[in-house]
């Protein structure tokens, strides 16, 4: 890769993983990076559609993401996270993304590219559903998006992505969008980023009917953040990030903080 920073960085939500599902970056042929990440999110509010509760929530979570370059412009992207919520803990739902770059266009002093992405994610354990301390809900997710990302020569970025989220079993549709922007060059890396995510219906929390199906959750949320990478070599590296989950619906408000790994193999 021209910029040594490992390529996805990710924070966990109460129902998966936001700061979009991809991003506007991918590997050389028959290269892979490696990310093992660990974070932290405390929560001390929960929001409905019109209530703000005051119900607190610590959650840890671990999760390995590998990234391959079948070729210089399509990409396989795996994500296993493992999360503990108070009492509740095991694997959640495993992804597998296909990242395709169909455009990449030489402007005066940068470039522009589109791609999409199509994958599933689905439930890697029998993880229980029916409190506030769930780790997920137990869907199996079709995703499917659409990126356009600016790169300029002097290594500053800008991305934004958006798609459909079409949900299994009783699980709400959505419709998720980020906007992310940086700077990636060969010392550091940094980036700013707006994520957001509609559901389609569902019903709410402590609403009607009762009692309730917790599949039948729709989750919004609003949450901004950032993450700074640094290599340590050209084939390892570390990150911190921090985000904050600003409202929603059926969610938990609060910060999340976030370390990791980075490591990079040589094929060649």
């Given at each position: 890769m021209?910029?040594l920073?490992?390529?996805?960085?990710?924070?966990f939500?109460?129902?998966?993983?936001?700061?979009?599902?991809?991003d506007g970056?991918y590997?050389?042929?028959?290269?892979?990076?490696?990310v093992?990440?660990?974070?932290f999110?405390d929560s001390k509010?929960?929001i409905?559609?019109?209530?703000?509760?005051?119900?607190e929530r610590s959650t840890?979570?671990?999760?390995?993401?590998?990234?391959?370059?079948v070729?210089?412009?399509?990409?396989?992207n795996?994500?296993?996270?493992?999360?503990?919520s108070?009492?509740?803990?095991?694997?959640?739902?495993?992804?597998?993304l296909?990242?395709?770059r169909?455009?990449?266009?030489?402007?005066?002093?940068?470039?522009?590219?589109?791609?999409?992405?199509?994958g599933?994610?689905?439930?890697?354990?029998?993880?229980?559903?029916g409190?506030?301390?769930?780790i997920?809900?137990?869907?199996?997710?079709?995703e499917?998006r659409?990126?356009?990302?600016?790169?300029?020569?002097?290594?500053?970025?800008?991305?934004t992505?958006?798609?459909?989220?079409?949900?299994?079993?009783e699980?709400p549709?959505?419709?998720?969008?980020t906007?992310?922007?940086?700077?990636?060059t060969?010392?550091?890396?940094?980036?700013f980023?707006?994520?957001?995510?509609?559901?389609?219906?569902?019903i709410?929390?402590?609403g009607t009917?009762?009692?309730q199906?917790?599949?039948?959750?729709?989750?919004?949320?609003?949450?901004?953040?950032g993450?700074?990478?640094?290599?340590?070599s050209?084939?390892?590296?570390?990150?911190?990030?921090?985000?904050y989950?600003?409202?929603?619906?059926?969610?938990f408000?609060?910060?999340?903080?976030g370390?990791g790994l980075?490591y990079?193999?040589h094929?060649?």
């Amino acid at each position: 890769m021209k910029y040594l920073f490992g390529i996805a960085v990710f924070f966990f939500h109460a129902f998966g993983l936001a700061q979009g599902k991809v991003d506007g970056f991918y590997q050389n042929q028959q290269t892979a990076s490696m990310v093992l990440g660990l974070g932290f999110e405390d929560s001390k509010k929960y929001i409905t559609d019109d209530t703000t509760l005051d119900l607190e929530r610590s959650t840890y979570y671990t999760a390995l993401f590998v990234a391959y370059g079948v070729t210089d412009d399509f990409d396989v992207n795996l994500t296993i996270p493992y999360i503990i919520s108070n009492n509740e803990n095991d694997f959640q739902d495993v992804s597998l993304l296909l990242k395709y770059r169909f455009l990449n266009t030489d402007l005066v002093q940068g470039s522009f590219q589109m791609g999409g992405a199509a994958g599933f994610s689905t439930p890697l354990s029998n993880y229980r559903i029916g409190g506030l301390n769930d780790i997920g809900q137990q869907a199996t997710v079709i995703e499917s998006r659409l990126l356009f990302h600016y790169m300029h020569d002097m290594g500053w970025f800008a991305t934004t992505q958006s798609g459909f989220s079409f949900k299994l079993e009783e699980v709400p549709n959505s419709i998720p969008f980020t906007i992310k922007l940086g700077r990636a060059t060969a010392n550091w890396y940094y980036d700013f980023y707006y994520d957001y995510q509609h559901a389609l219906g569902g019903i709410d929390y402590r609403g009607t009917p009762a009692p309730q199906n917790f599949r039948e959750f729709g989750v919004d949320f609003h949450k901004i953040g950032g993450t700074l990478y640094k290599p340590f070599s050209n084939t390892f590296g570390g990150y911190v990030s921090v985000a904050y989950t600003l409202g929603g619906r059926n969610t938990f408000l609060g910060a999340s903080y976030g370390i990791g790994l980075s490591y990079q193999p040589h094929f060649k």
